[in-house]
């Protein structure tokens, strides 16, 4: 009698587990969740819009160089592949992906190498958008510099990923509140269009129209707090980032990582911390087999209008900057090429 | 903390059909392997350093037997490395729930009349129990004992009312403690992005701190009795009284009758009652105020808080306001809003807050930054000002008069379909209503 009710009790949530993936699996994360729609059709352009055979330039990194460098402005035929929360290894897998015949200019990233691209980016997006695969995680945050990972590092990071491909975890509450209250909030039709149509306007390149606005709720909170703290990625990701530079100098054309631009006139923003770590952990292993850039030190200056949040361009200023990066590159790195 | 993560209601499902499936007699098995998962999830490699402190504690109380000096320097050993962990002497986070573990390794340190416990397992299933590790409420080791004798057998009742004082804890803490801090974070993050008066979120702090705890207590409460174990009540509504004696009888109530047993009573018979028992009083507040964390503005918290109990002891009596006509309520009212505001929030303030001079800036803020700018903290937070208020209203409602008991039987009694329509019904509530982008764990067991 007692063995009786438990096969119930198991059997009922063996079927309310399976109810429960399909409604997350089928219809909130394929429909009604908004990062992962927009991660998904970046994803879609970077595979089926970018050309094949030739490019001038190609941008890479995650959404400070989505946001912030504009193809448009870098000739007729370069493109943005940057992804929102896109890690170093994570850009190298698609680099290696898109198998671009040729390239003439060279290949610009911007890579901030903050927390949540390290956390929550991938579990909550890319992994149950089954944007990243069980070795996307392990190649990123498994290797040291010796490429070596430990086998109990492997079986942590194997049951990590299983817990949130199986949607056995906590931020999944999130899109499941997410998707339920956003359908009276937001025309979902509307968004997806508005994202789709802005990035095959712009060559993969999101032109954001606002302005930042400092009192506006949550505008700049959300990454505040990760550019005043110092940047602790995985070392993974600086082996990623060489072997990209090395991916790239085969075409004969350089890598050129260019520190984000990071909005910096309020009191209460204090980035030294965080420009300090940054150049620290690029140096951990020695020289560099890329171009480092931090266009401070050729006086570019920002103000607010061209912001649209903290650590994110608007089209005025990506548009800036985009033209100022282009006049270095030309003028002091690649003079005479 | 159960319900602060996936991980932790997998595990307690997945080991509540494990323990279903076994025999009355070897069920304990599965709470002993559930609490030592538990701990470990929560604390992961300290939890060995926990486990050890249990294991020394076991064997040296049965090695002291009955002698109780040594069973008290035994206590203080304790109570030394607990301090080494909050002075962060040792260089380490504090564990998660570090402080409510060593309350009940001392109620079993001290206690006279207790007879020892007459195995490891039976001891460590004590210590590190899953349903109130980190949250309380506490229990003695006797009431351990009595209910989880050698054979655990459930009903359908208890289960059922488990279930629901869980799930009503699980709301509370999603639904409305966590709406509240998109409020009272400003009080503590002024500037983050709202410079305007801080009224609300002063008013709503002691209310969000009790929202928290109360939802945690629930919920260990409810995962405990579906397991067999009965927990006793943390929390009586302690905002329905003007008297700030009665506020204590009803707040932290485990931890209250703890102080008073434990520190209290020994203290009154002992020698040092001759300084008096107000005194005595005092320290009593200083330990609950030091225990929470040590700072200035925790013995602030308990000097305050002596002060008014003694106060209301003394004088109490002279403004108490019985009968119940309009006036007199209308007196109440008034008298209520004197105790929330003054006598509650206010000391609720300082106990939050890092330091005096953050007291000191958010006081001065609420009388010379415009009032109509109030409001406007609202802005920042998923619900107005009325959808928080009516959330106030529906807890004290649900306090107050729902009868969970009963809600639980009429469950029970109910055919499949209802109890699946109700199920899915409160899982639309939570992903609905609920706060859950923050993904913000209220802190309760760093104390």
């Known amino acids: 009698m007692k063995n009786k009710f438990v096969y119930k009790l198991f059997f009922f949530l063996l079927i309310a587990y399976g109810l429960y993936w399909s409604a997350v699996e089928f219809i909130f994360l394929a429909h009604l969740d908004p990062a992962g729609l927009r991660s998904k059709i970046k994803s879609e352009y970077i595979q089926a819009q970018i050309p094949k055979d030739e490019v001038d330039y190609l941008i890479l990194g995650d959404s400070s160089a989505f946001y912030s460098i504009n193809p448009m402005k870098m000739g007729s035929n370069s493109y943005s592949a940057a992804e929102l929360g896109a890690t170093v290894a994570l850009s190298k897998k698609m680099f290696q992906e898109l198998g671009i015949k040729k390239i003439n200019k060279g290949v610009i990233m911007i890579q901030t190498f903050i927390d949540p691209h390290y956390d929550e980016d991938i579990w909550r997006i890319f992994v149950p958008q089954k944007i990243m695969n069980l070795s996307d995680i392990l190649s990123t945050f498994c290797n040291d510099f010796d490429n070596h990972c430990t086998w109990i590092k492997k079986a942590t990071l194997t049951v990590k990923y299983l817990k949130y491909r199986l949607h056995l975890n906590s931020y999944i509450a999130a899109t499941i509140s997410y998707g339920l209250t956003t359908q009276s909030r937001i025309d979902r039709a509307g968004f997806e269009r508005h994202v789709r149509s802005n990035v095959q306007a712009n060559r993969g390149h999101s032109a954001a129209k606002r302005s930042f606005v400092l009192e506006d709720k949550g505008f700049y909170t959300p990454y505040l707090k990760y550019f005043n703290q110092p940047v602790n990625p995985p070392d993974s990701e600086l082996v990623a980032l060489r072997e990209l530079a090395e991916l790239v100098k085969a075409y004969g054309v350089e890598l050129y990582l260019i520190h984000p631009q990071l909005y910096r006139a309020e009191s209460f923003i204090r980035l030294e911390k965080y420009n300090e770590s940054y150049r620290s952990f690029l140096h951990k292993k020695g020289n560099l087999n890329f171009h480092y850039i931090d266009l401070n030190e050729f006086n570019v200056v920002l103000d607010r209008s061209h912001y649209r949040d903290v650590s994110h361009l608007n089209e005025d200023g990506s548009t800036r900057i985009t033209n100022d990066l282009l006049y270095v590159l030309e003028t002091k790195y690649r003079r005479g090429k | 903390m159960i319900g602060s993560s996936a991980d932790s209601l997998v595990l307690i499902l997945l080991g509540f059909l494990l323990f279903l499936y076994l025999k009355p007699s070897r069920r304990f098995n599965v709470i002993l392997a559930l609490s030592v998962a538990y701990a470990y999830l929560l604390n992961g490699k300290w939890s060995c350093l926990i486990i050890g402190l249990v294991f020394f504690n076991y064997y ?46 001392l109620s079993y340190l001290l206690n006279k009349n207790l007879s020892r416990a ?99 207590s629930e919920m260990a409460i409810g995962v405990s009795l579906i397991f067999g174990f009965r927990l006793k009540v943390n929390f009586n509504r302690p905002f329905a009284t003007t008297s700030i004696l009665e506020f204590w009888r009803r707040w932290h109530i485990t931890l209250v009758d703890w102080i008073r047993k434990y520190v209290f009573y020994p203290l009154l018979v002992s020698p040092v009652s001759k300084v008096g028992p107000s005194v005595l009083l005092l320290v009593i507040f200083l330990i609950f105020s030091l225990w929470h964390d040590f700072s200035l503005n925790h013995i602030l918290y308990g000097v305050i808080q002596f002060i008014l109990v003694f106060a209301d002891s003394r004088f109490g009596a002279r403004f108490s306001v019985s009968d119940a006509g309009v006036w007199k309520r209308g007196l109440i009212f008034i008298k ?40 406007d903290v609202f802005k920042f937070s998923q619900y107005s000002g009325w959808g928080i208020l009516s959330f106030i209203l529906i807890n004290e409602l649900i306090e107050s008069k729902l009868d969970l008991r009963k809600l639980a039987l009429f469950v029970r009694d109910s055919k499949i379909i209802v109890k699946m329509g109700l199920l899915f019904v409160y899982l639309l509530i939570i992903f609905y209503f609920g706060v859950w982008d923050d993904l913000r764990n209220f802190v309760y067991s760093i104390y």
């Open chain 2, 118 to 216: 007459e195995s490891f397992s039976d001891y460590l299933g004590y210590s590190i129990f899953f349903g109130n590790i980190a949250t309380g409420p506490l229990f003695d080791y006797s009431e351990f004992t009595e209910q989880f004798r050698k054979r655990i057998y459930l009903n359908s009742e208890s289960l059922y009312l488990g279930l629901i004082i869980f799930m009503f804890g699980f709301a509370k803490k999603v639904i409305f403690a966590d709406s509240f801090s998109q409020v009272t974070i400003h009080l503590f993050e002024l500037g983050r992005n709202f410079n305007g008066n801080l009224l609300f979120p002063f008013l709503l702090n002691k209310y969000e701190i009790y929202l928290n705890f109360l939802a945690f």
């Open chain 2, 60 to 105: 040296t109380s049965n090695l002291l037997k009955n002698r109780f000096l040594a069973l008290n320097i035994l206590a203080l050993i304790n109570i030394l490395i607990w301090g080494l962990f909050k002075t962060k002497v040792a260089g380490v986070l504090f564990p998660l729930g570090f402080s409510i573990f060593i309350f009940q390794q």
């Open chain 2, 336 to 375: 209520w809003i004197f105790f929330y505001v003054v006598l509650v929030s206010i000391p609720g303030l300082i106990f939050r807050s890092n330091d005096l001079s953050n007291v000191g800036r958010i006081l001065s803020n609420l009388v010379t930054v415009d009032w109509s700018t109030s409001w």
